[in-house]
């Protein structure tokens, strides 16, 4: 356990990490109701950044289109920074990456991110639907990337006069690494990077240690720019922590577990006896994972502090660990309440969503 500080970054620098949680019975309209609303509320507590995380065959994750509903929550949030943290970019190609997020800066100048990653996690089934390429050609295409984002010319690869559509000051291009060798491939290029600490704890240290060995300044980063990723579940008491973090590892877990073809009822079904011993067993060794924060306001933001100064970390990046949407903007309010922050002051001018299903 790493020893209380004095939290060192206002909530400014903090952000938040997103997937969209979809329950069964749910319509997609209310989940992405619900996001918005956590978005909204990130927004006027000032966070920074609100990134979608992108995922595809998840059961009870909706965030497969993280282009799409950052343009969707940008239009209704008016100053927080939106992205994609990350594009699995072993899924697409480079250009319509690149042409997706060039125009969303476009749309909305100064508020758009790009964190890329490599597609991680997949069922074959699912990867063979997407056409993905192998992970090892991550860096290739993360050059082809940033050379049309940069000139709309590819970074290594002849490919023609090709022009990048609605070309203009482009998003900044952020890598998630989930292990050391990620880590390097931002380094020496420049970018910054998000480590997927809250999971893959077990390599952060090391990840830390070879981004700042082997950055190089000759990208759009002159020094180096370190962020971490944490789940956190934060309430008034311990007490109240542990039982809402008890509750998000019942459900995913069950969530997980049923079988591949069960229908929404049958899944609504499994969900509803109680936690079990073996799930409170799994959240008690959850608890004790570095990649997640479960407390009370006092717990969490001295625990958060901790964990910047242990990783030098310019910014960290909270997932709040709930499925109901009430409960991730409480999580964020809670946390943004014993943190050095600014709460929006002014009307918001974002409409609401037009869907009411």
Known sequence: MLSPVTPGLPVSAHSVLDVVPQLPGQSAAAALRETAEVAQAADDLGYRRFWLGEQHGVRGVGSATPA??????????????????????????PLVVAEQFAALAAAYPSRIDLGVGQQNGVVASTAAALGGAARDTFPQRLDELCGFLRDGLPGRAHVGDVRLSL??????????ADHPGAAVMAAVRGLPVFLAHHCAAATTAAA?????????????????YLAVTVGVVAADSEEEAIIRFAE????????????????????????????????????ERLLDD??????????VVSELGSLVAATGADEAMLVPLAFDGLVRSAILRTIAGGLTRMVRTIPRHAPPLIATA
């Open 68 to 93: 799409v509903l950052a343009a969707v929550l940008a239009a209704r949030t008016d100053r927080i920074r939106l992205g994609a943290g990350g594009v699995q970019l072993t899924t697409h190609q």
């Open 208 to 224: 830390v240690a070879v981004y700042q060995d082997h950055f190089e300044a000759s990208g759009p980063t002159v020094k180096p």
């Open 167 to 176: 070309a203009g000051l482009p998003p900044p291009v952020f890598v998630l």
């Open 290 to 299: 570095p990649g997640h924060i479960v407390g009370s306001r006092a717990t």
């Open 248 to 283: 998000y590892v019942r459900v995913k877990s069950r969530l997980a577990s049923a079988p591949p073809r069960a229908t929404p009822a049958e899944l609504m079904e499994v969900l509803e006896s109680p936690l079990t011993g073996r799930e409170r067993g799994k959240a």
